[in-house]
């Protein structure tokens, strides 16, 4: 039997619920003033629902799936976003469907079989409790099951740079679990960097105000703060913003450092593509970052909201526990150039150099990981109890 649909604005609601009239009726809206209902009519059947899931077969459409629809197509949100009100008037519409098509959803959400087989293999279930957005700023936690001394030891925060997310990052990610087995580590993600879907490019200050907000509901007073690339920005506005949060830092490909050449935004937006990297093994990353710099997210954090002389960290804002590690070969960080302001400006900032390395090259070359990650835990395991 199959049976026809169509979503109308009613005063009725649905017709029967467990063999009554609904109770909890929707009025009448457009879902601006907050409520729909559901009734028979139409000429389509249950197909069109079907399409909204990419043709999924109806009984692999799940309770949680159609509320995120709901959600979606009259709030332009998800119901964990929602308001109560307003999630409460969409799992009512989800009820309305039901009684009114003779139909139950699934009350669980698929597993993804794929995602659940090949995302342990990352590392990063190792890392975690969950993922976990706060201010929409989402991220890993993970704590040590045997703390030890992690009660007086300040919590680790990785920051990471544009690419491909955490992905690439997952080896160095296991490394620094290893290093650091009984501190606190947190890991962040900026899904505009990420070639995520997002709709516009976070601002860094906007990123640092939800960094402060994750330290300050985990109870954190001050945090060892690790960033790489564009994790070094939002580290640069974190010791300008709010200092006292900074215990220690290290900075890894610090494009943070001397903005106010061209190197960085020459080398990654507007240096043109060369055709030549196609031809040998070491320029795929040189490809890769090409195509990332196109990403519409990408390039808008870097063009439309690069405010350089904000997220330029000068060495009177360093920390006093600092750490610089960079690549002489690095074609976006000026590496002879920002050793010889820190000489000047007389930092007492650590800096690990690397003679052959390229932006990035602590993800594949493991000797210059060792050494960061070495130097890293001599930073933030000194004189850790002591205030930032």
Known sequence: MQRSFSFTASEQGCRRATGGWCTSPFQPTSLARSSASCSCGGSSTLEPLSSWFHNAPFEQITRGNVE??????????????????????????????????????????????????????????????????????????????????????????????VGFGLAVYVQFISAMLRTFPGRTIIVAEFAHVSLRVATRATAVDDIVDSVQALLKAHGVADACILAHSFGCFVASRLCQMHPKVVHSLALLDPVCMMLCFPQLLHSFIYKPFDFSALMRLSGIVDVARWFCSRDLGIAEAFCRNFIWHSLMLWPEDLPARTLLCMGTQDDLVPAALVRAQLTHAGSTAQVLECATGRHGAFLFDMEWQRQILDASKALFDGDAASPG
């Not at 995602?115 to 936690?141: K, N």
């Open 68 to 161: 995120e629809f709901v959600a979606y197509a009259f709030y332009d949100s998800t119901p964990a976003n929602l308001s109560d009100k307003a999630r409460q008037l969409t799992s009512n519409f989800v009820d309305a469907c039901e009684c009114t098509w003779g139909i139950s959803f699934r009350p669980a959400r698929p597993r993804g079989k794929l995602y659940t087989a090949t995302w342990p293999a990352t590392g990063l279930s190792a890392i975690a409790i969950s993922c976990r957005p706060v201010q929409d700023l989402p991220y890993w936690l993970r704590q040590p099951a045997a703390p030890g001394n992690a009660a007086r030891e300040q919590p680790l925060m990785f920051l990471h740079g």
